[in-house]
C-alpha cells in the first residue's frame, strides 16, 4: 500500500497562491493515479484534481479549472497541487490519494475509487 505524505498548506490572503505538494513511498507496485480532495467543515469532501501517473492526462472540477494546476515528478514520486487566484471558497483540508489501478478520465472523482490517502493538510484562504 502506499503512504501518502501532503505539505504545503497554510494561511493566505484572498488572490494568494499556494503549492501542495504529496509525497508517494512505501509501494511495492506502480500506483496509476494520484489524486487530490479537500473536505471544508460541514461540507462533502470533493475531488478537486487528478493526474494519471502513466500519460499525465488530468482532471480538474470545474470550480478550479484555470486556478489550480496539477503536475508531477515520477523519478521522485511527488505530484504538486499549485493553487492561483485563492478563494476563501477554497479554505478545507486537503488531502491526496493514490491508486493503483484508477485513470484520471473526465468525469468526476470519487473517494471510494482510491485506496490510499494522505493525513491531509490545512488550506486557508482569509484577509
Known amino acids: 500500500q502506499v503512504q501518502l505524505v501532503e505539505s504545503g498548506g497554510g494561511l493566505v490572503q484572498p488572490g494568494g497562491s499556494l503549492r501542495l505538494s504529496c509525497a508517494a513511498s512505501?509501494?511495492?507496485?506502480?500506483?496509476?493515479?494520484i489524486g487530490w480532495f479537500r473536505q471544508a467543515p460541514g461540507k462533502k469532501r470533493e475531488g478537486v484534481a487528478c493526474?494519471?501517473?502513466?500519460?499525465?492526462?488530468?482532471y480538474y472540477e470545474d470550480s478550479v479549472k484555470g486556478r489550480f494546476t496539477i503536475s508531477k515528478e515520477t523519478a521522485k514520486n511527488m505530484v504538486y497541487l499549485q493553487m492561483n487566484s485563492l478563494k476563501p471558497e477554497d479554505t478545507a483540508v486537503y488531502y491526496c490519494?493514490?491508486?493503483?489501478?484508477?485513470?484520471?478520465?473526465?468525469?468526476?472523482?470519487?473517494?471510494?475509487?482510491?485506496?490510499?490517502w494522505g493525513q491531509g493538510t490545512q488550506v486557508t484562504v482569509s484577509s
Open positions: 493526474i494519471t501517473r502513466s500519460d499525465g492526462h488530468t
Open positions: 512505501g509501494f511495492a507496485f506502480d500506483y496509476s493515479a
Open positions: 490519494a493514490a491508486d493503483e489501478d484508477y485513470y484520471c478520465s473526465d468525469y468526476a472523482l470519487d473517494g471510494a475509487d482510491f485506496r490510499s
